[in-house]
C-alpha cells in the first residue's frame, strides 16, 4: 500500500480535472477542489466538469468539493498568476510535512518567482514538487497515453510520489530539478505564442522549426543561469513539451500565437474570451528575469513586444535576423 493513498487536486479547470483522473486512474481516492459547492455539486450530479472538460466522463474515485481537507498529496492547478491569491487563503496546516505538486506553467508578474519560491513564500512547511511535460489535459482525462517529469529535490520521495501517480497510461519520470523543469515549463508558452505567430503569419515551417531549435539554445541559456541544469531539456519537460506545445494547434498559447499572426492585438484577443494562455503572462516577466541575469534572449524579448504591442511580427522577424552572424554553441 502507498502512503499517499488520498490526493487533493485544487483547481477545477482543464488541468486539475485531467490531473484528478490521471490520480483516480492510478488507483488513488482523490478529490477535486472546485470554487464553490455548486460547481461541486454539478461535477458530482453531472460525473463530468462540463466547463472544463466537456463530455470526459469521471472516474467514481473522483469526487469534488469546495472545501479542501486533509490529504496525502496536493496538487495545485489553478493559473501560475492565481498561485499566491489560492494559497493565501489556505489553511497552512493542510499543507505543513506534505507534499505540494505544482502544475501550473508560467513565472509571476512582478515578482519574476517560479511555482515553487511561490510555495515557500506561502507554505514554507510544505514539501513542493513540480510536475510537467506534454500532457494536454483532454489526452490525460481520457486515458490516452502520456508521460512527464516529477522534480523533487528528495530522490526517493520523488520516486515515491511518482508511483503513486502513476497509471497504466499516465507515467512520471522522477527527476531532481526542479528549476530546469519549472524555467522549461514556463518559457515553452512563449516560443508556442511565438511559433503560433509564425504560422498565423504564413512564415513557413521552416522558419518555426528554426525557433523552435533557438528557443531551445535560448531556453538552456535561462536554465543554467538560474542554477538549473541544461541536461534537464533533453527530457519531457523541456524538448516533450516545448515540441507538443510549438507545433499543435490544439495548445492554447500556440492559438493565441496564431491570432497575433494573423495581425489581432492583445487586448483584442482577450477581450473575445480566449482561453487561458499562459505565455501571455510569462513573456514580459521572462524578459525581465533575462534581463536580471544577463542572458541574451532575442526570442523572448521578440515575444513580448509583439504581445505588448509594442512592434508587429513583419519588424521583429527583421530584427531577428539581421542580427549580427554568430557561432552557434
Ligand atoms: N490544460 C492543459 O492541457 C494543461 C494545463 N497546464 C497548466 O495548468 C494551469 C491551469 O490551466 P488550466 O486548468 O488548463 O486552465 P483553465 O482555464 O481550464 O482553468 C483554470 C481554473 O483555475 C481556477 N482558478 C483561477 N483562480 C483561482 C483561485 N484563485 N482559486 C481557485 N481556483 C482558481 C478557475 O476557476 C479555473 O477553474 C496552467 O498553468 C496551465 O499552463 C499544464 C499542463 C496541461
Ligand atoms: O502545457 C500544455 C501541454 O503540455 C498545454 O498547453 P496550452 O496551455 O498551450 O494549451
Same mark, same amino acid.
Given at each position: ?12 479547470? !482543464? ?6 483522473? /490521471?490520480? !483516480? ?11 464553490? %459547492?455548486? #460547481?461541486? *455539486?454539478?461535477? @458530482? ?21 469546495? =472545501? ?10 489553478? %493559473? ?43 507554505? %514554507? =512547511? ?18 490516452? %497515453? ?7 529535490? =528528495?530522490? @526517493?520521495?520523488?520516486? =515515491? ?27 515553452? @508558452? ?11 503569419? #504564413? ?9 523552435? /531549435? ?65 505565455? +501571455? ?13 544577463? +542572458?541574451?534572449?532575442?526570442?523572448? *524579448?521578440? +515575444? *513580448?513586444?509583439?504581445? !505588448? ?7 521583429? +522577424? ?10 552557434? /554553441?
Amino acid at each position: 500500500m502507498s502512503v499517499f493513498e488520498t490526493v487533493a487536486v485544487i483547481g477545477g479547470g !482543464a488541468w486539475g480535472t485531467a490531473l484528478a483522473q /490521471a490520480s !483516480a486512474m492510478a488507483g488513488r481516492a482523490t478529490t477535486l477542489v472546485v470554487r464553490t %459547492p455548486e #460547481q461541486a *455539486d454539478r461535477i @458530482n450530479a453531472a460525473r463530468t466538469n462540463e466547463a472544463a472538460l466537456p463530455g470526459q466522463a469521471l472516474l467514481p474515485n473522483v469526487t469534488a468539493t469546495s =472545501d479542501p481537507s486533509e490529504a496525502d498529496v496536493v496538487v495545485l492547478a489553478v %493559473p501560475a498568476q492565481a498561485t499566491r491569491t489560492l494559497l493565501s487563503g489556505f489553511d497552512p496546516q493542510l499543507l505543513a510535512g506534505r507534499p505540494v505538486v505544482l502544475s501550473a506553467k508560467g513565472l509571476e508578474t512582478g515578482t519574476l518567482a517560479r511555482q515553487s519560491e511561490i510555495l515557500a513564500d506561502m507554505a %514554507p =512547511d510544505a514539501i513542493g514538487f513540480v510536475l510537467s511535460g506534454p500532457s494536454f489535459a483532454a489526452d490525460v482525462a481520457a486515458g490516452r %497515453p502520456t508521460a512527464v517529469t516529477l522534480a523533487g529535490d =528528495d530522490a @526517493n520521495l520523488t520516486s =515515491d510520489l511518482a508511483a503513486a501517480l502513476a497509471g497504466p497510461s499516465f507515467r512520471p519520470y522522477a527527476a531532481d530539478d526542479r528549476v530546469g523543469v519549472e524555467i522549461a515549463g514556463a518559457l515553452k @508558452n512563449v516560443y508556442a505564442l511565438a511559433c503560433g505567430a509564425v504560422d498565423g503569419a #504564413q512564415l513557413g515551417a521552416s522558419a518555426r522549426a528554426a525557433l523552435i /531549435a533557438r528557443g531551445y539554445a535560448e531556453m538552456a541559456r535561462m536554465v543554467t543561469a538560474m542554477g538549473g541544469s541544461a541536461h534537464t531539456l533533453t527530457g519531457l519537460a523541456g524538448l516533450g513539451d516545448l515540441t507538443l506545445t510549438c507545433t499543435s494547434v490544439q495548445s492554447r498559447n500556440y492559438q493565441f500565437g496564431m491570432a497575433l499572426g494573423a495581425g489581432r492585438r492583445t487586448e483584442d484577443i482577450l477581450g473575445s474570451g480566449a482561453k487561458l494562455a499562459e505565455g +501571455v503572462a510569462t513573456a514580459p516577466v521572462a524578459a525581465a528575469l533575462a534581463r536580471s541575469l544577463g +542572458v541574451d534572449a532575442p526570442l523572448i *524579448d521578440a +515575444v *513580448d513586444a509583439v504581445v !505588448a504591442g509594442k512592434a508587429d511580427i513583419a519588424t521583429v +522577424v527583421a530584427g531577428l535576423m539581421s542580427r549580427p552572424l554568430k557561432r552557434e /554553441a
